[in-house]
């Protein structure tokens, strides 16, 4: 698969300096049909990523301030529908991406809005990739140049090559020019559009008042002592501990998911030894606050994750190396508790399965083969499970995964597949002592071994394992 394009900022981003010249600016210049913009946020832009724009632009003007005038209030930016209805016109209208380009749509007649653009490949269209200083040609990525000219005046009479083409994106995202400062924000974007040689998509963002004009600053200057910057009560985006999946993708980076507090899935990652990267939103709303994710490795660089949403469906996301996440795909029938735990895991080096236990208390197998997509998941055994009874399961030996669950009665049940066989239906085993659909965390020890653990009624640690093809 192709990566992002990853050339320098005058092709993979593009910013509108209003009063100053743009060589190759089209006339063409569509704004939203209509003086009321559509419900929601006016755009093809998800409300998680609407909100998450906005917030991103705030946070780096509360930077910015506090480098170039800390006794300066804040001039926050809100969304604006119309704004973003605005910006969905001229990302859909071809002008706008022609040549596999960017070009910008005309100061005259779109209401002299400012005017950020950035293009990618491949899709799904990932709008906050656009203020993500970690990618290159991001408008954020110009922050180190802004600084390197110190909150310098826009460069009105320069040929071309003038210092707000160096950093005109990043001065727009936190223009707080007294003479027109920037308070409201809209963006949209389009998929399946020619970027390069390639196709990708295309994200427009408009400002109001628009800025990049000449002769101003961004950031007014002041002096006098630092005043210290308020820090607002901001609400932990997760409740208490919720659960998080983690897995490894490839030698070098770790990837963690969770759900938030209003039902979106996040993503956090780690490099090296870097620091881990603040969590991510993506996808839609449609999880239960902090329900369990689960997540695999189905082949080099290729991670999977699992989750039950309000409905009680599965859903799929998927990430390829350094691509963002792709949103949640629904699929089978709704048979499960909302937010039901998941296990999953690799049978083999093309095959991943994943069980669940749904409102009757049934065991349910779901797999996917390769790039295949996943089978509706398939009832087995006897109901007598806890509805949504978390499941371990782990890979004895090639071919082979083991499953385990604890019943209504506190009985341990073991499980398993081997190869394309059909799951065995659950086998009770020892004492009733752990509390119905108890949690179970299995292991596999050595090449033939596996171990369980799980603390019983008496809140005692109780260990079971197995050898080869002998009973637990």
Request: glycine share 10%; with cysteine; charged share 15%.
């Amino acid at each position: 698969m192709c990566g992002l394009i990853a050339f320098g900022p005058a092709q993979a981003a593009s910013a509108f300096a209003r009063g100053l010249s743009e060589p190759g600016s089209t006339a063409k210049s569509p704004v939203c049909a209509t003086s009321v913009p559509p419900p929601g946020t006016g755009s093809n832009v998800s409300a998680a990523d609407a909100d998450s724009l906005v917030r991103a632009h705030n946070d780096a003007r509360r930077a910015a301030l506090q480098k170039y005038n800390p006794a300066l209030a804040l001039v926050s930016v809100t969304w604006d529908p119309k704004l973003a209805c605005d910006a969905q016109a001229w990302a859909d209208d071809p002008a706008s991406s022609a040549g596999g380009g960017l070009h910008h749509s005309s100061r005259d007649t779109n209401g002299n809005e400012g005017e950020n653009l950035f293009d990618a490949f491949p899709g799904p269209a990932r709008p906050m990739m656009a203020m993500d200083p970690s990618v290159g040609f991001s408008w954020m990525a110009e922050k180190p140049a802004f600084d390197a000219d110190g909150n310098a005046p826009v460069n009105s009479g320069a040929p071309a090559g003038t210092n707000f083409r160096l950093w005109g994106h990043y001065s727009q995202i936190v223009w707080m020019s007294p003479e027109s400062a920037t308070t409201r924000i809209g963006c949209g974007f389009t998929e399946n559009v020619p970027v390069a040689k390639s196709t990708g998509w295309i994200l427009v963002c408009r400002y109001a008042a628009a800025g990049n004009i000449g002769g101003q600053r961004a950031i007014p200057p002041g002096g006098g002592s630092p005043v210290p910057v308020p820090v607002p009560a901001v609400k932990p985006p997760f409740p208490p501990g919720v659960p998080v999946a983690m897995a490894k993708q490839n030698d070098n980076l770790l990837t963690a998911l969770a759900v938030d507090r209003e039902g979106f899935l996040n993503v956090a990652w780690v490099v090296g030894t870097e620091p881990w990267h603040d969590p991510v939103r993506f996808g839609p709303a449609v999880f239960p606050p902090g329900a369990p994710v689960a997540m695999a490795k189905q082949k080099p660089d290729l991670l999977t994750a699992l989750a039950v949403d309000k409905q009680g469906f599965l859903n799929v996301a998927w990430v390829v190396g350094t691509q963002p996440w792709h949103d949640p795909v629904r699929f089978g029938p709704g048979v499960f508790p909302p937010g039901a735990s998941v296990a999953m895991a690799k049978q083999n080096d093309n095959l991943l399965t994943a069980l669940a236990v749904d409102r009757d208390g049934f065991l349910n197998v779901a797999w996917v083969v390769g790039t295949d997509p996943w089978h509706d998941p398939v009832r087995f055994g006897p109901g007598v499970f806890p509805a949504g009874a978390p499941v371990a399961m782990a890979n004895q030996k090639p071919d082979l995964l083991t499953a385990l669950t604890v019943d209504r009665q506190g009985f341990l049940n073991v499980a398993w597949v081997v190869g394309t066989q059909p799951w065995h239906d659950p086998v009770r085993f020892g004492p009733g002592v752990f509390p119905a659909g108890a949690p179970v965390a299995m292991a596999k020890q050595n090449d033939n071994l596996l171990t369980a653990l799980a603390v019983d009624r008496d809140g005692f640690l109780n260990v079971a394992w197995v050898v080869g093809t002998d009973p637990w």
